[in-house]
């Protein structure tokens, strides 16, 4: 996942081979959610690709930003190297 000066944020994997798992990732540095993230495998040899989908969610104190604390995404496509 990219680097940013932008904060993190919380990807909820909501379906396939990671459903229910989370990740933290950066925004990027226009403010938006990643619009799609490559997440490896323990050995290297396979990433998932997801793509974010409608959910987000905010922090509880609404004071902290105008940017999401969560965002939920789906999975699209296993790729093999």
Do not use: C, H, N, W
Request: aromatic share 10%; charged share 25%; proline share 6%.
């Amino acid at each position: 996942m990219g680097t940013s000066s932008g904060g993190a944020y919380t990807a909820k994997l909501t379906d396939g081979p990671l459903e229910g798992k989370t990740v933290t990732t950066d925004f990027l540095d226009s403010g938006e959610p990643q619009p799609r993230l490559e997440i490896p495998t323990g050995g290297g040899q396979k990433r998932y690709v997801y793509t974010r989908s409608g959910g987000l969610e905010y922090a509880s104190d609404s004071g902290a930003s105008d940017r999401p604390s969560a965002v939920d995404y789906r999975f699209i496509e296993a790729i093999f190297d």
